[in-house]
């Protein structure tokens, strides 16, 4: 289908494209477009005024900055997985992203838009809350961060207002720690049923730090800290990986579709966690 008539506006900074959103009625921003051009083709959306954020340089990059790597919500996706600094610091969140649709769309798409649009199935959201993100907002009333684990506030919805953007996602070194983004589908390159996100820190045989979320096991991403807090101090052997992993669904609530239903998502989540964390321990 063809999208409702709107407005068209490309600023070229951030002051500029706020400015827009503060005089506009009925305005959504733009990022790479592969979530927000289908929903406006389909008319589940109709705004008047579209804010196109491609052309403000500020948003895109990675850098480092102390103790945390700075990656521009304009950042596609193809660039995260690939950067030597997300891969060096944060590699958890570069696995994920290699496992995100196909090639075109990872060209397009942007991290601060499969943020933004937060799809439980969405295979970024997990890694970010896992390596305790901080996303940075801009608005008219000045910059404000927020914790990714504060960030997601149910089905498709963020703290992010109608007339504030997120401009970068800071995300905590994790050097020198294993990862694996373990993400069940039925075929290639689809979304994710249930995908488990895992970083591990092992020191003298034995796990020292470790963070797990999960995706798609309920409206929002989930931390497993019941999973995070057996595998500290353990060694990070078949046995004990799965005696942790057990407990990978607790308190998660997940959905039943097509794909498959609530228990088979539990089930998934302990399978998946496992795999994940051995993996990543090495
Ligand atoms: C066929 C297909 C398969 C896909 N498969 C996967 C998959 O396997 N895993 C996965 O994780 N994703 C998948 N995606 C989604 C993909 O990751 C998108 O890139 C992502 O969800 C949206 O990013 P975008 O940059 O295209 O945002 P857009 O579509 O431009 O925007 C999405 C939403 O976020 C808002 N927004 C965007 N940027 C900002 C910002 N900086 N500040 C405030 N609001 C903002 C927009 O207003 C809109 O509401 C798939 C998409 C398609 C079309």
């Known amino acids: 289908m063809i999208p409702a008539q709107f407005d068209y506006h490309a600023p070229t900074s951030v002051d500029e494209a706020l400015q827009l959103l503060r005089d506009a009625d009925d305005a959504k921003v733009l990022a790479g477009g592969q979530s927000l051009i289908p929903v406006l083709r ?66 397009r798409g942007t991290l601060g838009g499969a943020l933004v649009h937060a799809d439980p199935a969405g295979d970024l959201l997990a890694p970010a809350l896992a390596l305790g993100a901080q996303m940075v907002i801009q608005g008219s009333g000045g910059t404000r961060t927020v914790d990714a684990s504060d960030f997601f506030q149910g089905l498709f919805t963020t703290v992010v207002g109608e007339d504030e953007l997120l401009s970068e996602i800071r995300v905590p070194k994790h050097t020198g720690w294993g990862a694996q983004y373990e993400k069940f589908t039925r075929v290639a390159q689809q979304w994710s049923i249930v995908a488990v996100a895992a970083t591990v820190r092992v020191e003298g045989g034995t796990i020292a730090e470790a963070r797990v979320a999960l995706t798609n096991m309920g409206s929002t991403p989930v931390r497993a800290t019941a999973v995070e807090q057996a595998l500290v101090g353990a060694a990070p052997t078949q046995e004990a990986v799965r005696a942790a992993a057990a407990s990978a669904a607790e308190g998660t609530q997940p959905p039943s579709d097509t794909n498959g239903d609530a228990d088979y998502r539990r089930h998934l989540a302990t399978v998946l966690t496992a795999r994940a964390v051995l993996a990543a321990a090495g």
Do not use: N
Request: aromatic share 0%; glycine share 6%; net charge negative.
């Open 42 to 107: 389909l008319r589940l959306a109709a705004p008047a005024t579209i804010v196109d954020l491609g052309r403000i340089a500020s948003l895109r990059g990675v850098r480092e900055d102390g103790d945390a790597v700075v990656i521009g919500a304009m950042t596609p996706h193809h660039e995260v997985a690939d950067h030597p600094l997300v891969r060096e610091h944060a590699l958890l969140l570069a696995l994920a992203t290699e496992t995100v649709a196909d090639p075109q769309i990872r060209h």
